[in-house]
């Protein structure tokens, strides 16, 4: 089955810095990826999602790259704000109608004022 | 925009009882899904339905059950509880449109 690993764990920038989160998957299979974003105490916020036909995708000071061949995908923030500060999950899933995400185990991204 | 929701929020239960935890998803959303969140883990998947049928099933204990109902609204029932299964659970839907799970805000079950 499908095994998506993340890295860092824990990932501490100031504030206006970047911040990257990167993520790898096993299962050549898989064609579709999401981000969320998991603040204490609430359900995961998808935040940007990418699909296997796409390399890159953008969404104000997000961004998503996809590389199919080395099974890899990365989140990045840009002028990181407090608020950013959360844990951030990556998944993998075939795409299909009831198909479940395989999650990675989470990078909890800490901005420091 | 309607979300997901749970209920109950939160759930205290004693070893060996039941508890039943519904999911109401976003209106015309027919797809469910249910995942188990322990402490400081990811969300782990158990079972999703599609119009009312079961379409995927993961790592759910056989003293789990679930159903979609014809509102397409969702029931996780869980008998003989064990301190383990103290988690957050999650409910997520998607529509036939797009492959997107929207997450409710969870159950809190704590088993005492």
């Known amino acids: 089955g499908e095994n998506v690993e993340q890295h860092p764990s824990t990932l501490s920038v100031q504030e206006g810095d970047s911040a990257v989160i990167k993520c790898t998957y096993s299962d050549s299979a898989s064609n579709y990826f999401p981000w969320y974003k998991q603040e204490l105490g609430k359900g995961p916020q998808l935040i940007i999602d990418?699909?296997?036909?796409?390399g890159e995708k953008k969404d104000q000071r997000i961004a998503v790259t996809l590389n199919k061949t080395a099974k890899h995908f990365s989140l990045h923030i840009t002028e990181t704000q407090p608020e950013d500060s959360a844990v951030y999950f990556c998944a993998a899933s075939m795409g299909n109608y009831g198909q479940n995400f395989v999650f990675g185990p989470g990078t909890r991204l800490s901005v420091l004022p | 925009a309607a979300g997901v929701i749970q209920s109950p929020r939160h759930l205290i239960k004693e070893k060996r009882e039941t508890a039943t935890l519904k999911c109401y998803p976003i209106p015309r959303h027919d797809t469910v899904y249910w995942y188990q969140q322990g402490p400081g883990q990811d969300p782990q998947f158990l079972i999703s339905f599609y119009e009312k049928m079961q379409s995927d099933k993961g790592s759910i204990p056989d003293r789990f059950s679930a159903q979609q109902f014809s509102d397409y609204h969702s029931e996780l029932n869980m008998s003989s509880l064990e301190l383990g299964d103290s988690a957050l659970y999650f409910c997520?839907?998607?529509?036939?449109?797009?492959?997107?799970?929207?997450f409710g805000p969870g159950t809190r079950l704590l088993v005492l």
């Open positions: 997520a839907s998607s529509s036939t449109s797009g492959e997107t799970q929207y």
């Open positions: 990418i699909r296997s036909n796409v």
